[in-house]
């Protein structure tokens, strides 16, 4: 979970590059959210963002859902991790999927973008399963008492030839797998300058 709180909170930075996962347009927010959001919020331009090509607002304040998610996912994952090195396992899980995906379930509330036809969102459902399920699991593991993470052997167990063999050639299959855009698209020309000739 600590892990996938980084992934997500990083991975944020890309929707903010492409205009994905945008917030709502502040003029049709709830009061309260415009007066949060009055001198925080984003705007995008640019004809292949998604916020522009889906929705049609580009160039307008929107709730910068995407910075929000990844500040509190990054920071989560900054706490669990000492909890984690402190011993506390259980609470780090609890704790990353209690903020991420109680996260996930009102953040939806937030945004523009589509999320499926119901008023509720299947990402809601899942947020909120996945919180019952961390919180019983909470309540029915309990941390081994006196085993504490050892860093340096992580470290160790990291740094071994086949270990960064495998993780480099999941980077390459998974940037060539993802690596390109399905939805926009690219061209680079060259010409001749004749006044340098």
């Not at 909170?9 to 049709?28: D, K, N, P, T």
């Amino acid at each position: 979970m600590i892990a996938y709180a980084f992934g997500e909170g990083l991975g944020r930075l890309a929707c903010i590059s492409f205009g994905r996962c945008y917030g709502v347009a502040l003029q049709e927010a709830h009061p309260l959210v415009r007066r949060i959001f009055d001198h925080w919020h984003f705007v995008f331009f640019g004809e292949t963002k998604k916020i522009s090509y889906a929705s049609g607002l580009a160039g307008q304040q929107v709730v910068p859902i995407q910075a929000i998610t990844s500040l509190l996912y990054v920071a989560v994952g900054l706490a669990a991790i000492w909890f984690f090195l402190k011993g506390k396992c259980t609470f780090a899980f609890v704790l990353t999927m209690a903020v991420t995906q109680g996260w996930r379930a009102f953040s939806e509330m937030l945004r523009a973008d589509f999320r499926g036809n119901g008023r509720v969102s299947a990402y809601q459902l899942m947020g909120v399963a996945a919180i019952v399920f961390a919180a019983a699991h909470g309540y029915f593991v309990a941390d081994s008492v006196g085993i504490t993470a050892d860093l340096a052997a992580g470290l160790e167990a990291l740094w071994r030839t086949e270990v960064l063999l495998a993780l480099q050639t999941l980077w390459a299959l998974v940037f060539l797998m993802f690596g390109k855009s399905m939805v926009t698209g690219a061209q680079i020309s060259f010409h001749l300058r004749e006044d340098r000739i």
